[in-house]
Every structure is written in structure tokens, then in C-alpha cells.
């Protein structure tokens, strides 16, 4: 399953349903918004591995930090290769790495998460910007990319390659 959606795509026992298939084996991955489903039901953050909290107005140019460059979601980057996109700021909660294995992030210094409104600060104390990840769920897997705004970006070869690479592992066709 895919996600590129926003709202509350899925009633309470569809998420069941979809948590106990990914458990039992399936694949969910998401684009972009996928983390701005779903907030109704702790199921889907917990799933998909975060919420999104925010994001800078615009699109930024910022320095890719490559975490697992043998994962198949890395290639197509390279450590502190530029990229443009909007850029997502993720809830405390679920997000964590004790969870997640994040695969790319954003280089410290090479991004700057305020926004017009001054009362909504979108600084992390802990300046961690993740850009991709994934985990296992029981059986199954979850792979997720923040990437995916623009729609030059979908028509980028080396998000193609990352996107590809997170569905093949995903759905076990790479390791």
C-alpha cells in the first residue's frame, strides 16, 4: 500500500485492518504528506512512524545526510549532495529513532525550520530533521520519504531511484 494522501482516508477498523496485514506481512509505504493522515488514531502515526508537525513556507535547497548508504532507499544521494523540496518537520511523538531506521536526513546547518509565524517555532531541539526511513512491523515492512512536494521532483531520476529502492525493500525484492 502507498500513501500520498492527507485527511482520514481510512475509518477505524480499516487502520486495524491495515496494521494487522502489515504485521502479517504487507508493505505500507508513504510519500510526503502521508504523514499528514490520520491523525484521529495513534494506529496510522505509530505505523507510518510519525506525524507531520510543520514546514518552513516554500521549498528549501538543502544538504542531503546520507545515514545507510547501503540501503536501497540511499541511492540515487550522495552525503551532503544539494537538494530542493519543501521540507517536513516531524512531531516529538511517535517519531524516535530507537523505532525508526532513518535512512537520510537533513545535514545540520543546511536547513532552516522557522516559520512566518512566530509563535509556531518548528525548531527541534534536538535538530533532528529526518528525511526517509523505515522499520519492520511484525512481518511486514514500512518505508517512508518526506521527499515529494514539487512535481519536478517525481520526474527526478534520483528520487525515482530512492523511491524505488524503498518499495523493492519493502516488498523483499532487496535486501
Request: hydrophobic share 30%.
Amino acid at each position: 500500500v502507498l500513501f500520498f494522501t492527507t485527511g482520514n482516508p481510512l475509518t477505524k477498523d480499516e487502520l486495524t485492518d491495515l496494521r494487522e496485514w502489515v504485521k502479517g506481512g504487507g508493505a505500507l509505504c508513504g510519500t510526503h504528506c502521508a504523514t499528514d493522515t490520520q491523525y484521529s488514531d495513534s494506529v496510522y502515526g505509530d505505523l507510518i512512524g510519525a506525524y507531520f508537525r510543520g514546514h518552513p513556507s516554500g521549498q528549501q535547497k538543502i544538504k542531503v545526510r546520507v545515514e545507510d548508504p547501503k540501503h536501497p532507499a540511499a541511492v540515487g544521494f550522495t552525503d551532503g549532495m544539494e537538494y530542493t523540496d519543501e521540507m517536513y518537520v516531524f512531531r516529538d511523538v511517535p517519531y524516535s529513532r530507537e523505532r525508526l531506521h532513518v535512512i537520510l536526513s537533513i545535514q545540520p546547518g543546511s536547513f532552516d525550520p522557522s516559520n512566518p509565524d512566530p509563535k509556531r517555532d518548528l525548531s527541534r531541539k534536538d535538530n533532528d530533521y529526518a528525511i526517509a526511513w523505515c522499520r519492520e512491523e511484525g512481518k511486514g515492512k514500512v518505508f517512508y520519504t518526506s521527499f515529494g512536494h514539487d512535481p519536478k521532483v517525481w520526474k527526478d531520476e534520483k528520487f525515482q531511484q530512492h523511491l524505488f529502492g524503498g518499495l523493492k525493500w519493502a516488498t523483499g525484492q532487496a535486501p
